[in-house]
């Protein structure tokens, strides 16, 4: 019965032209003919179905249980000048410049670059793993990773330290120092593509998300602290860097003046000590350098209540200028952990399997058959 049908559906097949429409009868024909090929052949496709299986369970088996550290914060950047701009003319009567504002420095979405550039990740590698603690990251990651089991036959590899070299000065400290960069910024690579991810909740919002997934969990949360706190504090500091130096320069500044009119009061008052009972005809001996000393003494007088006033409002500026940053959640132990599932691979691989098997013995069928009608006519 099956051979009669398929003999049925081949000649269906052939009497229909390719300029033709198929119609509901010959289309039924048709897929009873594919369907009844594909039971004839259930064997063949269970066999593949039950590798794909095993294939998904090796699979499953072979995967790690990964931990996932992940910190939310809110940054929230004063990108408005108006707050140092409005004093900078009063600061320009002393010659100063208390600074024009944020700058356009890390706005946005650079913040999140900053956090997967090399020089953040590095300084946070090289950190302890915990506090007092002599093993670093980067120890604990090539432990993790079995990097280091690789390195059996490198003597060089073995016993690299990671402690920078201060003023390198023969070839060996060099070799030793380009080695240890070269397996740092082969970590740093390989954090960057499998282990971080950056991302903002939601393009309207300013919450950032930071997110360390590996197969150690005391990597993973360790790892997302320093980060954090890494590119935070840099962060910070270099928003108001500017500002900070030109309020250190006005503190300076406000000090010498300061101490050159405290210095004018002192050498006035000993003047006047040292001609208790002056001749009348000799006033000039007395009056003339006391003047000159109160004269510097109200200039300087002067001076300083600007200095002093520009200060104030310079430290009130940086204040305002820097960035609301406030952490909304951190990691705590136990960190969420997930594993592949053994049922779970083996349905996939099993599905996977038996579909990639349908579509290759219905396209290996399609191909005889057309190739068997071409040699018949």
């Known amino acids: 019965m099956e051979m009669n049908s398929e003999k049925r559906s081949a000649a269906d097949l052939e009497g229909v032209s390719g300029t033709e429409k198929f119609s509901i009868r010959e289309l039924i024909f048709i897929v009873d003919a594919w369907i009844l090929y594909l039971r004839r052949k259930w064997i063949l496709i269970a066999i593949f179905t ?25 940054l929230e950047a004063n990108e408005n000048s108006g707050g140092l701009m409005q004093y900078a003319g009063l600061a320009s009567m002393v010659g100063f410049d208390i600074g024009g504002g944020g700058g356009g420095i890390f706005q946005g ?3 999140i670059e900053l956090y997967k550039s090399r020089k953040m990740l590095q ?31 490198r003597e060089d590899l073995k016993s690299l330290k990671f402690s920078p070299i201060e003023n390198p000065r023969t070839a060996g400290d060099l070799q030793i120092n380009r080695l240890r960069d070269s397996v740092l910024d082969n970590v740093v690579t390989k954090l960057r593509q499998q282990h971080l991810r950056i991302n903002k909740v939601d393009k309207k919002l300013a919450i950032i998300e930071v997110e360390v997934t590996s197969a150690d969990e005391v990597f993973s949360k360790s790892f997302n602290d320093r980060l954090v706190a890494n590119v935070n504090d840099f962060y910070l500091r270099t928003k108001t860097k500017r500002s900070l130096e030109n309020i250190a320069i006005l503190q300076y500044k406000t000090d010498s003046v300061r101490s050159v009119m405290n210095g004018a009061i002192y050498s006035a008052a000993t003047i006047a000590d040292a001609t208790p009972n002056i001749n009348p005809t000799r006033q000039v001996q007395r009056v003339a350098p006391v003047q000159r000393y109160q004269f510097s003494m109200e200039t300087n007088k002067a001076m300083l209540a600007e200095l002093l006033k520009n200060l104030e409002m310079a430290k009130i500026s940086v204040r305002k200028e820097a960035p609301l940053l406030q952490i909304v959640d951190e990691p705590i132990y136990p960190l969420p952990k997930k594993k592949f ?37």
């Open 50 to 74: 039950c590798i794909g299986g095993i294939a998904g369970f090796l699979y499953a088996s072979t995967r790690k249980t990964t931990y996932t550290a992940l910190t939310t914060f809110v």
């Open 341 to 377: 599932s053994a049922i779970k691979g083996i349905v996939f691989g099993a599905f996977v399997m038996a579909f990639l098997t349908i579509i290759w013995m219905s396209a290996r069928r399609f191909y005889l058959n057309t190739l068997a009608s071409g040699l018949r006519g």
């Open 123 to 153: 300084s946070t590698l090289l950190s302890p793993v915990l506090p007092g603690s002599k093993e670093l990251l980067i120890d604990r990651y090539l432990t993790m990773s079995r990097m280091r089991d690789n390195w059996a036959d």
């Open 109 to 111: 979405d650079n913040i």
